[in-house]
């Protein structure tokens, strides 16, 4: 019993102290939240274990790199990280349109699945800022769902998902965490006509083993399944972070690996092949501190 309360003490003071800094970003221009959170992971970072996956997975990325671009690379992913997350802490003001943060490219491709009422799966990865690719697709009239990593501190959580939830603008538009329990809830958006934004990058330990870098890596396809049988055309969203605090959001042609009767793992396979591009681009702006090729 002094065990759980004690817990609860450490959450409630960790939730305080994540509180004080969520009100001290609020009356910050958006330029130097960003700056605050690049500078602090650029410092902590290369101090954590983490530091080691980051530098493996960006040598399983570029084999051949010399040691002085993976220090500075990994290091630039560390700043990267740390805008993505205190950005996060202001989303809402980010995703503002009057501060005009985020462009898009390839609409045409979205103003045809409008015209024929269509539901897509669109899919990113961890590069840039994730956060904002499920809000910006819902302030461009779509009803969309996505799912979210559950933060172990459950206060903590609630204040992040609730900057989450204020970033978009419809009501049928909705987070669900990741588990079970988003499973059911993106199934129930699907039967409500509503499409859904998949970052698809992670490692699944349940998922398929599919070649990822010329490793292979347990993969998810579950929503290639989902495409399938609800028959939800697939749209690949590359992100990019302009001149720090600035985003684009560039819209592909519509894939469609089941008209050519390829299996899910051979569909993965080929999605793969395109987000190792985008990487590929902008490797300093990807997540690598994830352990995906464990």
């Not at 080691?52 to 040691?67: D, E, G, V």
């Not at 699907?190 to 998949?198: F, G, T, Y």
């Not at 697939?234 to 001149?243: A, D, K, L, M």
């Amino acid at each position: 019993m002094t065990n759980k309360k004690n817990n609860k003490i450490i959450l409630i003071i960790e939730y305080i102290l994540v509180y004080l800094i969520f009100l001290l970003l609020s009356i910050l221009p958006i330029n130097l939240v960003s700056l605050l959170g690049g500078c602090i992971f650029k410092i902590i970072g290369p101090l954590t274990n983490t530091h080691k996956i980051a530098k493996t997975n960006y040598l399983r990325i570029f084999p051949s790199a010399k040691s002085e671009e993976v220090k500075k690379q990994v290091i630039n992913s560390w700043e990267n990280l740390g805008r993505t997350f205190f950005e996060l802490l202001i989303l809402p003001k980010i995703m503002n349109s009057q501060n005009n943060r985020i462009s898009v490219e390839g609409m045409n491709f979205l103003e045809e699945i409008k015209k024929n009422g269509e539901q897509v799966i669109f899919f990113g990865i961890h590069q840039s800022n994730w956060e904002i690719l499920l809000p910006m697709i819902d302030r461009m009239d779509f009803n969309v769902g996505g799912i979210y990593r559950h933060i172990n501190n459950p206060y903590i959580n609630k204040l992040i998902l609730n900057q989450r939830k204020k970033s978009i603008a419809s009501n049928d538009s909705f987070y669900t965490p990741k588990g079970k329990k988003s499973a059911k809830d993106i199934l129930d958006g699907i039967k409500k006509n509503s499409s859904i934004v998949l970052l698809i990058d992670q490692k699944d330990s349940a998922g398929e083993d599919v070649v990822f870098f010329n490793s292979v890596t347990k993969t998810q396809t579950g929503f290639l399944k989902i495409a399938k049988k609800h028959k939800m055309q697939i749209i690949p969203v590359q992100n990019t972070r302009n001149n720090l605090n600035n985003f684009t959001l560039k819209f592909y042609p519509p894939l469609k690996p089941f008209k050519n009767h390829l299996t899910d793992k051979q569909a993965m396979e080929e999605i793969h092949k395109i987000i190792e591009e985008w990487i590929k681009e902008n490797p300093s702006h990807y997540f690598l501190q994830h352990n995906r090729f464990s």
